[in-house]
């Protein structure tokens, strides 16, 4: 007797759960819907058309990822790892690009991450001036996500 109360509890327990999450989403649609026009109208603001539909932040993650890597390896010695890594860090720079409405940032960026694939590459990159690229290009990156984080994305 004990237990099938308490199935019976809690079932009437869900049930009241269910009826009030249910009540309170489709009062929350009726209320907060903003107009899918208000949105594109801020376009310049905002995740313009322009824009591929992917969330750039993962790929801030990537590259900050990539750009570690490629410290890391050159200081081992492991020069064909370390083009690897920064052919990816150029590559992922690229899918940000579209992202970015900072004309400057942009270029900086950019041709930060090209630098240090290019002496990679080179294969006679020195590691503390590669360290030194790497650390300007990581203040650029925090300027990114700065920047990225102002748009809605
Ligand atoms: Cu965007």
Request: charged residues 15%; glycine residues 10%.
């Given at each position: 007797i004990m237990k099938k109360s308490k199935v019976l509890f809690g079932v009437?327990?869900?049930a009241?759960?269910?009826?009030?999450?249910?009540?309170?989403?489709?009062?929350?649609?009726?209320?907060a819907q903003p107009p899918a026009s208000q949105e594109q109208?801020?376009?310049h603001q905002g995740h313009?058309?322009?824009m591929p539909k992917?969330?750039?932040m993962p790929m801030m993650k990537d590259l900050d990822k990539s750009l570690q890597d490629v410290v890391k390896q050159v200081k081992a010695g492991q020069t064909m790892d370390a083009q690897k890594s920064a052919a990816q860090l150029v590559s992922t720079t690229d899918k940000v690009m579209p992202h970015m409405m900072d004309a400057s940032l942009k270029d900086k960026l950019r041709k930060a991450a090209v630098e240090i694939k290019d002496s990679v590459n080179s294969g006679k990159a020195d590691p503390s001036a590669l360290e030194g690229k790497a650390k300007s290009m990581q203040d650029l990156m925090k300027q990114t996500t700065t920047h990225l984080q102002s748009m809605s994305h």
């Open positions: 009437l327990a869900i009241v759960v269910m009826s009030l999450v249910a009540g309170c989403g489709s009062s929350e649609k009726t209320v109208a801020s376009g313009s058309a322009a992917e969330d750039p």
